[in-house]
């Protein structure tokens, strides 16, 4: 059996009965474990009317800039993607659609010249541009349809090695982040492996932490998760597991990689930087300019949320500049004169910053702090400016 406490993502009692009929129906269904038809970022459009595009490659600046420069020449509507970046490894399941039809890419052909051209881009140097020498290859696979996108990122991820070196030293601003805390210990007397991870609470982290265990081949048995951790907002969870083959944990070398695996997995989706929401009318190539613009900015995405639902497209990017360092002002200035006519919400650091312009035109709104130098940064640059809470 079974019990969650649960609250809804603004820390609130889930109240609204069609949310608690739905997940009532979900988990009562037989099959409530099949991939859902819906985009799993968060989209309307059924999978099966997409080709997905799976990346994996060297992350540099400006790499989401090409792959979408690249979909933009091919005349592909981007519908919805998710990307992901760790350890110098990058990560994207992406659906696209026919331009001109809105139906998916079907021509062998085309799909021919796609991943080609798409393998270059994910190919890069060899290098990712830290000089640290990375080998490995990257891969672009194309296919009609697609599963849960947060799903194939854990596990593309995994599968390109991206756990290799957590737990090492890393120079840089990655260094510097939090790490979550994970402790592997035997069981003897009931045969489990003990795995205790302590880190920094967010949302889907009890996903994140999940696929990792189930992607290593490990069986929960028992399972303790306690998100209540005052001010600090640290996550507690202990786990009694074994493997598929029934034995625990059998040596130091596999349980060093658990290890290295969970503290992957919690520190993929953990962003730090500059939270950046744009929402504006969908049109072709939108995407492709967006990302150019901050190429040219001297901007790093991070990971990104691409969605488009009824003509409207709402993208999430956490940035930073090309050196892994926080965004200045300047930079931010530069992207509010380029970006245009777009409704855009910033987050940095846990703190939120709100502005309202009346129209494109107008300057930045009253308050005082971070309102009020934020604003003056974008002033005259942006439809709207408003507040994201912090999930921190």
Request: proline share 2%; with cysteine.
């Amino acid at each position: 059996m079974d019990v969650f406490n649960v609250t809804d993502q603004d820390g609130n009692k889930v109240q609204n009965k069609e949310v608690t009929d739905c997940i009532k129906k979900c988990l009562e269904s037989e099959d409530y474990l099949v991939p859902p038809a819906t985009s799993p970022a968060g989209g309307a459009a059924p999978s099966e009317e997409t080709t997905c595009i799976e990346l994996t490659g060297t992350d540099r600046p400006g790499l989401l800039s090409e792959v979408c420069a690249v979909l933009a020449s091919l005349r592909c509507n981007i519908v919805n993607a998710e990307v992901w970046t760790h350890d110098r490894r990058a990560a994207a399941v992406i659906q696209i659609t026919d331009e001109a039809t809105g139906l998916p890419v079907r021509d062998g052909g085309r799909l021919s010249q796609l991943q080609e051209l798409l393998g270059n881009v994910m190919q890069g140097d060899g290098d990712g541009g830290g000089g640290g020498g990375d080998s490995r290859k990257g891969s672009t696979v194309v296919s009609l349809g697609a599963a849960n996108a947060e799903r194939r990122l854990h596990r593309l991820m995994l599968d390109d090695g991206d756990a290799g070196r957590c737990g090492e030293e890393r120079g840089g601003v990655a260094a510097a982040k939090a790490k979550a805390k994970v402790v592997v210990m035997d069981c003897t007397e009931r045969r489990y492996t003990v795995v205790i991870l302590r880190c920094r609470d967010r949302p889907r982290l009890l996903f994140d932490t999940l696929c990792a265990l189930t992607d290593l081949h490990y069986v929960v048995f028992h399972g303790t998760v306690d998100a209540e951790g005052g001010s600090a907002k640290e996550a507690y969870q202990e786990y009694y597991v074994r493997h598929v083959d029934g034995h625990p944990v059998r040596c130091d070398a596999e349980r060093l990689r658990l290890v290295r695996c969970l503290e992957a997995a919690v520190e993929r989706r953990a962003s730090d930087g500059l939270e950046l929401e744009v929402k504006t009318e969908d049109r072709a190539g939108l995407l492709s300019e967006i990302t150019r613009v901050f190429r040219e900015n001297s901007l790093s995405i991070i990971r990104a949320v691409i969605t488009t639902k009824d003509g409207e497209a709402d993208d999430t990017f956490y940035v930073s500049d090309a050196y892994g360092n926080p965004v200045d002002g300047k930079a931010m200035e530069a992207l509010g004169e380029q970006l245009g006519h777009v409704v855009l919400r910033v987050k940095s650091n846990g703190r939120a910053a709100i502005n309202r312009a009346e129209d494109s035109g107008g300057g930045g709104g009253g308050g005082g702090g971070a309102a009020s130098i934020i604003g003056n940064l974008l002033k005259g640059s942006f439809q709207g400016f408003r507040l994201i809470r912090s999930y921190s």
